[in-house]
């Protein structure tokens, strides 16, 4: 992982996640503008899957377990995913809070996936 | 598709508004947990067998959970009960455990310092759900079952 490129995601997915989490709970369904959120984590993120391919092969290796890694990434990136379609077919106040979930536990993802791709563990 | 109105479509499943987060929460961490015994079985599962058979009861047990919460009917809302009181039980014991005996664990699961590797979600989600599911008994709702 490149550290400035995880914090750009990290970002995106913490103000994407409080933004919906405060409009669901201002009682809106799902718009546009929350999840356009959701949709940039995911497309995002999709670029985080070919850096971490690339990444590798030009020496930057994970330190801790890839397996682990990947399974992290992967989870995350269907997380966006997954909760657009809930948001597209239920319209409802709590779907945008749905969303926004979604995006923080991404966030928390990303930061696992920073740790064991930086940190020493073993 | 005609007759399906938004009425009747929602009283169809037991689960509604606030709820629908709670399933939410509860399929990310179904994920989280799958994810994450899968990989630690895959990779040693002869370190901490023990934890990681624990990582993996967890990943069942919330599919489980996830699935008995949107599933219509009383068999199903049973299910629930059970899941989430199983998974209210196991973060308080394993949660002590991992503190008080910390051999037994020598790798982490989903449940160890009381879920305080996933923000203590494991913690507070049973209670949620069972406050959740206390109030939404099935014959208070009408549907087909």
């Not at chain 2, 009960?81 to 002590?96: A, Q």
Request: hydrophobic fraction near 55%; proline fraction near 5%.
């Amino acid at each position: 992982m490149i550290l400035w490129y995880t914090v750009v995601q990290i970002v995106v997915a913490v103000l994407a996640g409080l933004l919906a989490v405060a409009f669901g709970l201002a009682k809106r369904p799902p718009s546009d503008l929350t999840m356009a959120g959701a949709a940039l984590l995911g497309v995002l993120l999709l670029a985080q899957i070919v850096m971490a391919i690339v990444a590798p092969l030009t020496g930057n290796d994970p330190t801790g377990n890839p397996y682990e890694f990947w399974a992290y990434l992967i989870s995350a990136f269907i997380l966006p995913p997954v909760a657009i379609l809930w948001a597209l077919l239920e319209r409802s106040r709590w779907s945008t809070v749905v969303v926004g979930v979604a995006c923080l536990a991404v966030a928390v993802m990303l930061y696992r996936m920073h740790v064991i791709w930086t940190v020493q563990l073993a | 598709m005609t007759a399906t109105s938004p009425a009747s479509t929602s009283r169809r499943r037991r689960i509604s508004g606030i709820g629908l987060v709670l399933v939410a929460v509860y399929g990310i961490l179904a994920l989280a947990a799958t994810g994450r015994s899968t990989v630690q079985i895959l990779s040693d599962y002869s370190e901490a067998p023990l934890a990681y058979s624990l990582s993996a009861l967890a990943a069942v047990v919330y599919i489980l959970a996830t699935v008995a919460l949107v599933a219509p009917g009383r068999g199903w809302y049973r299910v629930a009960w059970i899941t989430i009181g199983f998974e209210l039980l196991f973060v308080l014991t394993v949660g002590t455990l991992s503190i008080v005996d910390a051999e037994l664990f020598p790798r982490d699961t989903v449940w160890s310092y009381y879920g305080g590797g996933y923000l203590f979600v494991p913690l507070v989600v049973p209670v949620l759900g069972m406050l959740w599911l206390a109030r939404h008994r099935p014959g208070t709702v009408r549907d087909a079952s």
